[in-house]
């Protein structure tokens, strides 16, 4: 079934708003030309490589964070049902500016391409996203408050993740659904039908790197999952690709745990909070997971900033639990 069936399906059944359609075909026809760029990028001139600034976070910009960036920010002000973007490569959000637009019901937080550094050695990356609802008066500019919003209020979350596969990854809050691009009509095909995470499993995921910096129950928590002393009586694999979302999908379909705590370098943790941990926090749940900051629960956090960070432990719900009682 292909991904517009199964929404129209869902719409008429569910009774989903039809003006989320718009929205997420943006995201499938823009993740397909990011699909494409991303294969060929070694072939093509001016895509690989540092684009030569920095976005808001300090952090270098790719050229494909940037092409990434503006291929999702043009299919959305097209689209008609969003009114504004927040993006992890702009530093203040952006309010469309059209008659149609200010009367969208929706708004877009997104990390256009995640796992930056994995880009010029051939390895995954993907997109991340949220949809909300707005808050301010329709008719009007998206405000900064429609940004703010509790991961709790999600419409939708979900992923492209761009790997042997180019797959979507989403939920609207009635379980979570897998579609994998089908690359010769360029259309998402239902693959992967109510995931569900396994409730524990023997993957831990962290840059280890940072052991010595962060707190102890963080490092106790990953003695315990090398040690003969945890549940499987052996140690856990340690697998880390470096970009969340590839980290996360092997986490949902194979159950694990990522770990992305504070550290001195990223003292209120490395993820953003409103596009990295919100929508996968969000799909966690919705796959049986956990995620929470260590302490707090990811979707109840009420936002400050669009660029907030969070510390990050998401994966499984017995793996989160237990690493949670090694902190104090
Ligand atoms: P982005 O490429 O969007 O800036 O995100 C990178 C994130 C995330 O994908 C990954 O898990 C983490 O940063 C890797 O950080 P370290 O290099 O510190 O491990
Ligand atoms: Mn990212
Ligand atoms: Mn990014």
Known sequence: MTFHDYFAKAQSIKGLDKALWPVLESITSASVKV????????????VLGAQGGQNIQGEEQQKLDVIADIAFINAFE?????AGIGSEENEAH???????TKSASYVVLFDPLDGSSNIDVNVSVGTIFSIYKRTSKYGQAATLEDMLQAGGKQTVAGYVLYGT?????????????????DPSSGTFILSHSNMRMPESSRLYSMNEGNIKECEPGVAAYIAFCQ????????PYSGRY?????????RSLI????????????????RLRLL??????????EQAGGLATTGRKRILEIEPEALHERAPLFIGSKNMVEKAMSFLN
């Open 254 to 269: 194979k159950g694990g745990i990522y770990i992305y705590p504070n550290v001195p370098a990223a003292p209120k943790g």
């Open 227 to 234: 040690s003969k002393e945890n549940d499987y009586n052996g």
């Open 165 to 181: 596969s180019t797959m979507l990854v989403l939920s609207w809050g009635d379980g979570v659904q897998g579609f994998t691009l």
């Open 275 to 284: 596009y990295e941990c919100n929508p996968l926090a969000f799909i966690a």
């Open 241 to 249: 690709i470096g970009s969340l979302v590839a980290d996360f999908h």
């Open 78 to 82: 097209n689209c008609g049902s969003v």
């Open 94 to 100: 952006l309010a469309f500016d059209t008659e149609k």
């Open 35 to 46: 699909s494409h760029d991303l294969q060929k990028a070694a072939l093509l001139d001016g």
